[in-house]
């Protein structure tokens, strides 16, 4: 952990703007957009993915892995739970939209602009599964989806409306051009809820451009 926090302060000196990614594994460099969201960017902006695995709003807190991001003073921190906070989880992981997840969406906001970040809220990305008529089934996801957008409209946070634009982009694409975006799971049936390679790349463009909608003047960091 000591080495974590010296490489993200020296990566604050270095960088023209910073941004801290947290959330879960559809987040992190190895199943998630986090890799091809700092590919958009240039070398002036740092990107330090925080994201865990199999993390929720409450375990990410729990288990320390809150406390870097707010230590490092970035200029963003960017915020993504919902696929380990449903039913299921265990009770170490699980919250309720409308209480325990709503509180700990507003407690991130709160620490974050006091240690003078900007809090940007992000919506999960969809999980891949089609219904017969061609449409993203509606899961779980949904009710942290919908509180993710009224808190972020009650604190006055910018929203990375990730489930939105990821929904419109796999039905967009279609059931099977969809499937190019999967990771693969190790018994070599597909993963509808992680990345693979071409799924990092698409859905980090996807985040890249969500950003810089909510945040325009990151728009000239972006890669030329």
């Known amino acids: 952990m000591r080495l974590l926090l010296a490489f993200l302060l020296t990566m604050n000196c270095l960088a023209g703007m910073e ?55 970035p200029d963003y921190i960017l915020i993504q739970f919902g696929h380990n906070d449903g039913p299921g989880k265990g009770p170490e992981r699980e ?53 993710a957008r009224l808190v972020a409209a009650q604190m006055q946070v910018p929203l990375m409306d990730m489930y939105a634009v990821t929904k419109e982009q796999c039905e967009a694409f279609g059931r099977e051009k969809t499937a190019e975006l999967n990771a693969v799971t190790k018994d070599g049936k597909p993963d509808t809820t992680h990345l693979g390679a071409v799924g990092r790349r698409e859905v980090g463009l996807l985040a890249a451009k969500e950003f810089v909608r909510v945040v325009p003047s990151a728009t000239d960091f972006l890669r030329k």
């Open 19 to 73: 941004i801290v990614l947290t959330g879960d594994s559809t987040v992190n460099d190895e199943g998630g957009w986090g890799t091809g969201f700092r590919a958009q960017f240039g070398a002036d902006v740092a990107v330090v993915n925080l994201a865990l695995n199999g993390r929720s709003s409450k375990s990410f807190r729990d288990e320390g892995a809150w406390a870097p991001a707010l230590t490092f003073r």
């Open 95 to 147: 919250t309720d939209p409308k209480t325990t997840y709503r509180a700990n969406l507003i407690r991130y906001i709160k620490e974050a602009r006091s240690a003078g970040a900007k809090p940007v809220l992000v919506t999960s990305i969809v999980r891949r599964v089609f219904t017969e008529d061609g449409h993203i089934k509606s899961d779980s996801l949904v009710p942290f989806v919908e509180e």
